[in-house]
């Protein structure tokens, strides 16, 4: 038999959550290496979910706290849109994603767990990532420590300039 490890998800299982928004600028003290944050622009940043999907399932936010689409600046959006896209590039190129589900979930009905800060989603997918492990007993594998994915990619998202 072989062992599924995914250690980082522990805290999300034992219903440790953190008291205070992930995505305020201030991190309440932590480094953004902590907060596993690639990209610290102006309006907008770029994380990783620290309880991922899937391998490099990463997040993308306003630094500001805006609960709907309709209240987002016009340079918010294209920030936002910006870095989704760069994200999905970065995420190709590094590690060779096949495809992705990118979205957005706007209330608490909708699955938002911060629904008071929109962000979107992005989750690589890879020809043949959903097998008979995920079908049979509802497990993903995710074969990289978290810690390994944001090293990998930190130095492509230092090296992009803010739009």
């Not at 490890?5 to 600028?25: D, Q, T």
């Amino acid at each position: 038999m072989e062992n599924l490890w995914a250690p980082w998800r522990i805290e999300y299982i034992l219903g440790k959550r953190e008291s205070y928004c992930i995505f305020c600028s201030d991190g309440h003290g932590l480094s953004d290496e902590d907060r596993l944050i690639l990209h610290r622009g102006e309006l907008v940043m770029v994380m990783m979910n620290r309880f991922p999907y899937n391998n490099g399932h990463l997040l993308v936010a306003p630094w500001r706290h805006v609960a709907h689409l309709n209240d987002l600046t016009e340079d918010e959006m294209r920030d936002l849109m910006y870095w989704v896209r760069r994200a999905t590039t970065i995420l190709e190129t590094v590690m060779r994603a096949d495809g992705f589900n990118i979205g957005l979930n706007l209330g608490r009905e909708a699955g938002a767990g911060f629904e008071e800060h929109l962000h979107f989603h992005i989750v690589p997918r890879w020809r043949g990532d959903t097998n008979f492990v995920a079908v049979l007993a509802e497990v993903r594998s995710i074969p990289e420590h978290i810690k390994q994915t944001y090293s990998k990619l930190l130095p492509h998202f230092r090296k992009e300039s803010v739009p």
